[in-house]
């Protein structure tokens, strides 16, 4: 089968300045694939600081890796030119956080629609625009005469972030990248946009990248997910097994932070905090190290990952008892 997208021992290190040798590895040897015919949506979860925004911009191609390739249909995004670089423009798109800062106050959304279908030279007359309109904003659930006409203050912020779905969506992408899409929006409509997602992957054929700090979202929206801690995969495979039956000291912690309706379980009850005095091996060895209950002498060496079982797999040594797996072959634990 075709690799649509292929994220191969991807690291970005981020140099602090000219003269300064201070370095932050945001992303460390990520490796991970969509397939051509196989929709999915993979999520990738952790706190802020985690590397998942950067990867979202390596996708996007908005930086470049410091090590390792990103392929689109095969070929290194960072020497796309011509035709292949539109097509590639096209067909990735992203919808962040913020449902109000892709709108300029002055414009209809009509304007925002119409720009990227102009852009891509995507309709040859005005009806083809209007029926390209038409049909990414009914895909989203939205009734185009409600929204068509109207400026983004006369717009709910659910409206918005809707209008933002469907202007990636008029450009037919393959792969959509949504960025904590759902983190600015009222409760209320969550679900709603989280269904919306699906029925992109679905029903129109857009695989989905869901960045997130969120698991909740994640265990709903996704089939596959990435845990990532300081720019490490440090637990993937199954979205459903992970969430349920979390392996890696960092996962359970992340769930144990989730407030469950149970009276009986207090929330937060397991607080994990750095041990001051081994904060510096995170440089070398486990990133959780500094946080970990379970941190033992080898943990000051980097643990690979662990095939856990068919379905996940986990950078801990306290699963040191199963196989190793090399991280370009993370994706086949993945389900679509
Ligand atoms: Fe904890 Fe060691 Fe596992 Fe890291 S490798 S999570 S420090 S037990």
């Given at each position: 089968?075709?690799?649509?997208?292929?994220?191969?021992?991807?690291?970005?290190?981020?140099?602090?300045?000219?003269?300064?040798?201070?370095?932050?590895?945001?992303?460390?040897?990520?490796?991970f694939?969509?397939?051509?015919?196989?929709?999915t949506i993979m999520a990738v979860a952790g706190?802020?600081?985690?590397?998942k925004?950067?990867l979202?911009?390596?996708?996007?191609?908005?930086?470049?890796?410091?090590?390792?390739?990103?392929?689109?249909?095969?070929?290194?995004?960072?020497?796309?030119?011509?035709?292949?670089?539109?097509?590639?423009?096209?067909?990735?798109?992203?919808?962040?956080?913020?449902?109000?800062?892709?709108?300029?106050?002055?414009?209809?959304?009509?304007?925002?629609?119409?720009?990227?279908?102009?852009?891509?030279?995507?309709?040859?007359?005005?009806?083809?625009?209007?029926?390209?309109?038409?049909?990414?904003?009914?895909?989203?659930?939205?009734?185009?005469?409600?929204?068509?006409?109207?400026?983004?203050?006369?717009?709910?912020?659910?409206?918005?972030?809707?209008?933002?779905?469907?202007?990636?969506?008029?450009?037919?992408?393959?792969?959509?990248?949504a960025?904590e899409?759902?983190?600015?929006?009222?409760?209320?409509?969550?679900?709603?946009?989280l269904?919306?997602l699906?029925?992109?992957?679905?029903?129109?054929?857009?695989?989905i990248l869901y960045i997130t700090h969120d698991l909740t979202t994640a265990y709903h929206v996704a089939k596959s997910i990435l845990v990532m801690?300081?720019?490490?995969?440090?637990?993937a495979g199954d979205v459903d097994?992970i969430i349920?039956?979390?392996?890696?000291?960092?996962?359970?912690?992340?769930?144990?932070?989730?407030?469950?309706?149970?009276?009986?379980?207090?929330?937060?009850?397991?607080?994990?905090?750095?041990?001051?005095?081994?904060?510096?091996?995170?440089?070398?060895?486990?990133?959780?190290?500094?946080?970990?209950?379970?941190?033992?002498?080898?943990?000051?060496?980097?643990?690979?990952?662990?095939?856990?079982?068919?379905?996940?797999?986990?950078?801990?040594?306290?699963?040191?008892?199963?196989?190793?797996?090399?991280?370009?072959?993370?994706?086949?634990?993945l389900?679509?």
């Open positions: 089968m075709a690799d649509l997208l292929e994220f191969k021992n991807v690291t970005k290190v981020y140099s602090s300045g000219l003269l300064s040798r201070a370095s932050t590895t945001a992303l460390n040897n990520v490796s694939k969509i397939e051509e015919d196989d929709q706190e802020s600081g985690s590397g925004t950067t979202a911009m390596l996708l996007l191609g908005f930086i470049e890796p410091t090590e390792g390739q990103i392929l689109y249909k095969g070929q290194d995004i960072t020497h796309l030119r011509g035709p292949d670089r539109m097509t590639f423009r096209r067909e990735v798109q992203a919808v962040f956080q913020d449902p109000f800062a892709v709108f300029n106050p002055f414009y209809t959304v009509d304007h925002l629609l119409t720009v990227p279908i102009k852009r891509f030279k995507l309709a040859r007359s005005k009806a083809e625009i209007r029926d390209k309109m038409v049909e990414a904003l009914t895909a989203v659930g939205l009734h185009p005469q409600d929204v068509l006409g109207r400026f983004p203050h006369q717009l709910s912020g659910g409206q918005r972030q809707r209008i933002n779905v469907a202007r990636a969506l008029v450009l037919k992408p393959r792969i959509l990248v960025d899409p759902v983190s600015m929006v009222d409760a209320s409509l969550r679900a709603n946009i269904e919306i699906q029925s992109l992957q679905q029903d129109h054929g857009v695989s801690y300081r720019g490490t995969v440090m637990e097994r349920k039956d979390p392996q890696h000291p960092y996962t359970r912690l992340l769930i144990d932070s989730i407030p469950w309706p149970d009276l009986n379980r207090r929330w937060g009850e397991t607080e994990i905090k750095a041990r001051e005095s081994d904060i510096g091996v995170v440089s070398s060895g486990c990133k959780f190290y500094g946080r970990c209950p379970f941190a033992m002498d080898k943990c000051k060496t980097l643990p690979p990952l662990f095939q856990i079982n068919e379905q996940q797999a986990a950078s801990c040594y306290l699963f040191d008892e199963h196989p190793q797996i090399a991280s370009e072959r993370l994706t086949e634990l389900p679509v």
